[in-house]
């Protein structure tokens, strides 16, 4: 009698028997039972609701991203060109992060996981780039704190100190402009805005590279006394720090200056005609009545450096006895037709009309410098028109034209008596 049967026990041929749910090896294969399967769906599902979690996560994350990276656009737009690339990059990743956060649904696709994970490769690569470019670009550009050295030349050209803001200032400026135009303008400038006051604001700052090295450019809106101006200043960075190049200022327009006001500026006295009064008037009648002595070696002597190059001592003194033997002794100066001085106070002009033993009405020109206000006038430059002599005579001789003496003064140059003569210039320009 056969043994009775087990519902437990294995049937032939290793399949599972009826109402089993232990695994039945048959062969050398393994069998696996409807439940682990059921498991492995279940873990699946988690790690993609995980990595759409993690998709998300990174979404909120590359959005926060754009917007430091905007921010970071901000702060360069100093830098040519970086700044503003820099903005519209952080705006497209901005959007990246919010497109982001629709991926969960493709990351469960085999596709989209491909997708996603060059999706992420790139983006870092390009980050990492952005990161690069920046970092170099705002090293290479990094503009320093220019204030202080404006404001120390502001402060300097307002206490009076031109001179040596010049003599401390880049060789270009020296090159392109000369010490007395410099004091001139910049004393027309005081005159005009009054005292520095204060730097109010700084509005740019800028460094560029060139052949001739580093320059350096702020804009400030500053304050003086009499109006806040629009103020540029350029630097050259020369012998280790950073030089004067350059200043500009742009003037309101309700700060009106009048002519007669600018003309006060340049006026070299307030009656040429008195010598008494008038420094250039003595200066000039001094130098006519030294050449009238003879003294024309000593005149050539005391003239500025300027003067004496433009000349040769011994050309200078044979020009003069010219004059003499053709004019005569100097007597005085009958009228003025132009007494200036520049606003800086070291220079100035004197146009007058001069009477002689042998002609009256002869026009004399001359230029003056000083070192300052307490300095004598020293001769610049001299000229001297002469009559020309009349048609021929009797006996073929040419005499000089010599008016009648007049103590009446001629009002111009135009109304002396010999101003129908052709002139000869006889001098220095």
């Not at 026990?9 to 599972?16: I, L, M, Q, R, S």
């Not at 000369?178 to 604001?201: N, S, W, Y």
């Not at 606003?343 to 003056?368: H, M, N, P, W, Y």
Request: glycine share 10%; with cysteine; charged share 25%.
């Amino acid at each position: 009698m056969s043994p009775k049967s087990d519902d437990k026990t294995p049937a032939a041929g290793g399949e599972p028997a009826p109402g089993g749910d232990e695994p039945i090896a048959s062969g050398s294969g393994t069998a696996v039972s409807p439940g682990d399967s059921g498991r492995g769906k279940r873990i699946t599902d988690a790690a993609k609701d995980a990595l759409g979690s993690g998709i998300g996560t990174l979404g909120d994350g590359v959005s926060r991203l754009g917007e430091g990276v905007s921010k970071l656009g901000d702060l360069s737009r100093k830098v040519p060109v970086v700044g503003s690339s820099v903005s519209k990059i952080g705006v497209g990743i901005s959007h990246v992060g919010e497109t982001l956060h629709e991926l969960p649904q493709v990351a469960r696709t085999r596709r989209g996981r491909l997708l996603i994970r060059s999706a992420i490769v790139g983006f870092f690569l390009v980050a990492a780039w952005i990161v690069v470019i920046v970092g170099l670009q705002l090293h290479g550009n990094d503009t320093p704190d220019f204030r202080p050295n404006a404001e120390q030349i502001l402060v300097a050209l307002s206490n009076g100190s031109i001179d040596e803001v010049y003599e401390q200032s880049s060789p270009r400026l020296q090159e392109m402009a000369r010490k007395e135009r410099f004091i001139d303008d910049m004393t027309d400038l005081a005159q005009t805005v009054g005292p520095f006051r204060e730097i109010t604001a700084v509005n740019d700052s800028l460094v560029t590279t060139g052949p001739t090295g580093k320059v350096g450019r702020v804009s400030l809106t500053v304050k003086y006394e009499k109006a806040t101006c629009k103020v540029s200043v350029s630097l050259h960075y020369d012998q280790d720090r950073w030089k004067l190049l350059g200043i500009g200022v742009e003037l309101p327009a309700e700060l009106k200056i009048s002519p007669a006001s600018r003309e006060s500026r340049v006026k070299a006295c307030d009656d040429p005609m008195d010598i008494k009064k008038c420094p250039v008037h003595q200066a000039a009648d001094a130098i006519l009545r030294r050449l009238k002595q003879g003294q024309v070696e000593q005149v050539w002597d005391d003239a500025t450096p300027v003067f004496q190059k433009q000349e040769s001592k011994a050309k200078f003194v044979q020009l003069q006895l010219e004059h003499l033997v053709a004019l005569g002794d100097y007597r005085r100066i009958i009228a003025v037709s132009e007494a200036r001085k520049g606003i800086g106070g070291t220079q100035a002009t004197f146009d007058a009309l001069a009477e002689f033993d042998k002609a009256s009405g002869v026009r004399t020109v001359f230029g003056f410098y000083r070192g300052s206000d307490r300095d004598p006038w020293k001769l610049r430059s001299f000229k001297v028109v002469l009559p020309m002599p009349r048609g021929a005579v009797e006996g073929g001789a040419r005499p000089v034209a010599v008016p009648p003496l007049s103590p009446k003064p001629a009002a111009s140059p135009d109304e002396s008596p010999a101003s129908h003569l052709l002139p000869r210039d006889a001098g220095f320009k």
